[in-house]
C-alpha cells in the first residue's frame, strides 16, 4: 500500500493559476509561490456574483494520539461536493512543524484526500510561521532592550508576561533566563518559549479581518505589568507598526489545491488545545466570497475546536455554519472505551458500544447550539457490525451516521457524506449561543466546563482566583474565554476516557490576550510548548541525493 507521500508525489498537480480561475481570482489577484502555492490578495479586486456562501465545519470525537483523520474527511468531503456539481472551496490550516516532526505528524490529509504540495505544506510552504515566530521574538528583543534602555512605561521585568517561541516542539525552552552574563548583555530575568502555534500573535492573524484590524490588534497586546502593577501594551512601547511590517504578508491567505482539484486556502495553524484551533477568518471569509460551499475545520474533538470556533471565531466571522460534520472512527471510541493501542483494529462491537458515549456527548453539545450534525465514520479499519453499531447509536438523536472512504477513495468515498451536508445546509436553524458575553468571566468558565466538558465544578488556583478579579476590575470580563486543556479526554485528566461526568475541572492560571480578544485558561498540567516523543516522526525521516523525501506524512 503506498504511503500518502508516495501518493502526493504520483499526482498530477494544476498550474496554481488554473486553481485561481476556477474562483474567478485574476493573476493579478494572486502571487504565485512556484508554480503549485500562492498568497491571495486582499481586499478582492470584485466578488462573484450570486455565490450562496454555504459553510460547513468539520470536527470529530476525542482522538487518539495517532488522530482519527478529520483533515482527510474534510479534504474528500470538498472533492465530493464538487463531484457532485456543488461548487466548493476548502478552508483550512497550514501545519507547525512542531507535530510534522514530532507523534502527530502533517496535517494535509492522506491517501487520496490531501491537499498539495505536501511537502512543501508540512515544511516550509510560504513562511507564514516564520514570519510570526520572528515577530513575536523580534517584540521579545525590542521589551528586553526597552526595560534596559530609559524604561519609561516603568515596565517591571519581573512581571514581563510575553514570550519567545518557535515552531518546534522543544520542552528545554519551556523556562529560561535571559540577560546573564553582565550589564550589557541586558535585564537578567525568568521567561521562556510557547510553541509558535499557540502565540498570541498566530491567534491575532488568524482572527484579524485586514491589514488595519490586525495593527490595532498588536496595539492591544499586553506584554506586562508596571511597577504599579498597570498592564503595559505594544501601542504603550511604540512598536506597533514594526511588528505589523513583518506579518504583512502572512496575513495573505494562501490558495494551493486537493489532488482532487478543489481550491483549498490554507492560512493560519493555532493548536486547539492550547489556543483556538481555527484557520484565519480572512481565509474563510474569501472562501465564502467565492464558492457556493466553503468546507472549514475546527481542530481536536468538538469540545476544543468547535467549542472555540463557536464562541470565538463565529463573532469575528459574522457567519454561523449551517451543518456540522462530526468525524468518528470505530477506533477512537474503542479506545475510549479503554482498548489497548495494539488491538485498536480488531473488531469488538461491544467496545464500541461502549465508547458511544464520547460520541453521544459531542452531538448533544453541537445540539445545544442548535446546529444541524451528521457523523461521518471515516473508514480506516472498520467493520460493517462496527459500522452499524455507531449509526444506531446516533440515531436517538436524529442524526445519520455515514461511511467515508475518502483515503482510499477521494471524494468518490464521500459522495452520500456530501449529498447529506448539501441537504442539512438547506434546513433552517436558529443557533443558540452556549454563554452571554457580558457574562461573567467565572460564569463562562464555568458554563463550558460544565455544559461541554460534563464538569460537576471548576476548581480555580490561588493564582487563578485573584487573576479573576483583577481582570474584571480591568473591564476584561466581557471577553470570550479560551480554554487550554487535554485533547484526549473532555476533563483535564487526558487519562479520563469516554464521558466522564462529576469530575473537578481545575484552573490553574489565566493568561490575558487582548489583542487576540479572549482571555486563555490554562487547565490541568497543559502545556504551552510541547515535547518530542520518545520516537519521533523525525527518526523516519529521509532525503536523497537528488532531494526526493520519504517518511513525511
Keep these: 500500500m503506498p504511503t500518502d507521500i508516495e501518493i502526493a508525489d504520483?499526482?498530477?498537480?494544476?498550474?496554481?493559476?488554473?486553481?485561481?480561475?476556477?474562483?474567478?481570482?485574476?493573476?493579478?489577484?494572486?502571487?504565485?509561490?512556484?508554480?503549485?502555492?500562492?498568497?491571495?490578495?486582499?481586499?478582492l479586486?470584485?466578488?462573484?456574483?450570486?455565490?450562496?456562501?454555504?459553510?460547513?465545519?468539520?470536527?470529530?470525537?476525542?482522538?487518539?494520539?495517532?488522530?482519527?483523520?478529520?483533515?482527510?474527511?474534510?479534504?474528500?468531503?470538498?472533492?465530493?461536493?464538487?463531484?457532485?456539481?456543488?461548487?466548493t472551496t476548502i478552508a483550512m490550516r497550514e501545519p507547525s512543524m512542531g507535530p510534522v516532526f514530532g507523534i502527530k505528524g502533517g496535517a494535509t490529509g492522506g491517501g487520496l484526500a490531501q491537499v498539495a504540495p505536501m511537502e512543501d505544506i508540512n515544511l516550509h510552504f510560504t513562511g507564514d510561521l516564520h514570519a510570526l515566530t520572528s515577530a513575536n521574538n523580534t517584540l521579545a528583543a525590542l521589551i528586553d532592550n526597552y526595560i534596559m534602555r530609559e524604561n519609561k512605561a516603568r515596565l517591571d521585568p519581573r512581571r514581563i508576561i510575553w514570550k519567545r517561541c518557535d515552531d518546534v516542539n522543544d520542552r528545554a525552552l519551556r523556562k529560561i533566563n535571559t540577560g546573564l552574563g553582565?550589564?550589557?548583555?541586558?535585564?537578567?530575568?525568568?521567561?521562556?518559549f510557547d510553541i509558535t502555534a499557540a502565540s498570541e500573535l498566530m491567534a491575532i492573524l488568524c482572527l484579524s479581518r485586514d491589514l488595519h484590524d490586525l495593527k490595532e490588534r498588536i496595539g492591544r497586546i499586553i506584554v506586562g505589568y508596571s511597577f504599579e502593577k498597570k498592564p503595559v501594551t505594544v501601542d504603550d512601547l511604540g512598536f506597533t507598526d514594526a511588528?505589523?511590517?513583518?506579518?504583512?504578508?502572512?496575513?495573505?491567505?494562501?490558495?494551493?489545491?486537493?489532488?482532487?482539484?478543489t481550491p483549498a486556502v490554507v492560512h493560519g495553524g493555532p493548536f486547539a488545545n492550547i489556543a483556538h484551533g481555527c484557520n484565519s477568518v480572512?481565509?474563510?471569509?474569501?472562501?465564502?466570497?467565492?464558492?457556493?460551499?466553503?468546507?472549514?475545520?475546527?481542530?481536536f474533538g468538538a469540545d476544543l475546536g468547535a467549542e472555540k470556533f463557536l464562541d470565538i471565531k463565529r463573532p469575528v466571522l459574522g457567519k454561523t455554519p449551517d451543518a456540522v460534520v462530526l468525524v468518528a472512527t470505530a477506533r477512537a471510541l474503542k479506545h475510549n472505551a479503554g482498548v489497548a493501542k495494539d488491538k485498536l483494529n480488531d473488531e469488538d462491537v461491544d467496545a464500541v458500544k461502549a465508547g458511544l458515549p464520547n460520541l453521544e456527548r459531542h452531538i448533544q453539545n453541537l445540539q445545544r447550539y442548535n446546529l444541524p450534525v451528521v457523523v461521518a465514520i471515516n473508514h480506516f479499519s472498520s467493520t460493517d457490525a462496527e459500522n452499524q453499531a455507531i449509526a444506531d447509536g446516533v440515531a436517538k438523536y436524529g442524526v445519520k451516521a455515514i461511511l467515508a472512504d475518502e483515503w482510499a477513495k477521494g471524494g468518490?468515498?464521500?459522495?452520500?457524506?456530501?449529498a447529506e451536508v448539501v441537504r442539512?445546509?438547506?434546513?433552517?436553524?436558529?443557533?443558540?449561543?452556549?454563554?452571554?458575553?457580558?457574562?461573567?468571566?467565572?460564569?463562562?468558565?464555568?458554563?463550558?466546563?460544565?455544559?461541554?466538558?460534563?464538569?460537576?465544578?471548576?476548581?480555580?488556583?490561588?493564582?487563578?482566583?485573584k487573576q479573576l478579579k483583577q481582570f474584571e476590575e480591568a473591564g476584561w470580563g466581557n471577553l470570550p474565554v479560551c480554554i487550554a486543556k487535554t485533547q484526549y479526554s473532555f476533563s483535564d485528566d487526558q487519562t479520563k476516557l469516554g464521558a466522564p461526568?462529576?469530575?473537578?475541572?481545575?484552573?490553574?492560571?489565566?493568561?490575558?490576550?487582548?489583542?487576540?480578544?479572549?482571555?486563555?485558561?490554562?487547565?490541568?498540567?497543559?502545556?504551552?510548548?510541547?515535547?518530542?516523543?520518545?520516537?519521533?516522526?523525525?527518526?523516519?525521516?529521509?532525503?536523497?541525493?537528488?532531494?526526493?523525501?520519504?517518511?513525511?506524512?
Design 10 to 43: 504520483a499526482a498530477t498537480l494544476q498550474p496554481i493559476e488554473k486553481i485561481a480561475e476556477k474562483l474567478g481570482l485574476s493573476a493579478d489577484e494572486i502571487e504565485p509561490y512556484g508554480h503549485y502555492k500562492a498568497k491571495i490578495n486582499l481586499p
Design 412 to 418: 468518490d468515498g464521500a459522495l452520500e457524506l456530501a
Design 243 to 261: 511588528i505589523a511590517i513583518l506579518l504583512k504578508d502572512a496575513l495573505k491567505p494562501n490558495l494551493v489545491q486537493s489532488l482532487g482539484g
Design 424 to 465: 442539512l445546509t438547506e434546513q433552517p436553524f436558529t443557533f443558540s449561543p452556549l454563554y452571554d458575553y457580558n457574562d461573567s468571566l467565572e460564569n463562562k468558565l464555568t458554563t463550558i466546563a460544565t455544559k461541554i466538558y460534563g464538569a460537576k465544578d471548576v476548581v480555580f488556583s490561588s493564582k487563578a482566583s
Design 282 to 299: 480572512l481565509a474563510t471569509q474569501t472562501a465564502m466570497d467565492l464558492s457556493d460551499y466553503t468546507v472549514t475545520e475546527a481542530g
Design 501 to 553: 461526568s462529576n469530575f473537578d475541572f481545575h484552573i490553574r492560571e489565566l493568561v490575558p490576550k487582548l489583542g487576540a480578544g479572549f482571555i486563555v485558561a490554562l487547565s490541568g498540567s497543559i502545556m504551552t510548548m510541547p515535547g518530542l516523543s520518545k520516537h519521533p516522526a523525525a527518526e523516519n525521516m529521509t532525503i536523497s541525493d537528488d532531494g526526493k523525501i520519504t517518511g513525511l506524512f
Design 45 to 87: 479586486a470584485h466578488k462573484p456574483a450570486g455565490k450562496k456562501g454555504k459553510l460547513v465545519l468539520v470536527t470529530a470525537v476525542n482522538p487518539t494520539p495517532a488522530g482519527e483523520g478529520k483533515t482527510t474527511v474534510l479534504i474528500g468531503l470538498g472533492d465530493a461536493m464538487n463531484k457532485l456539481g456543488h461548487q
Design 182 to 192: 553582565g550589564i550589557m548583555q541586558g535585564i537578567p530575568r525568568e521567561t521562556g
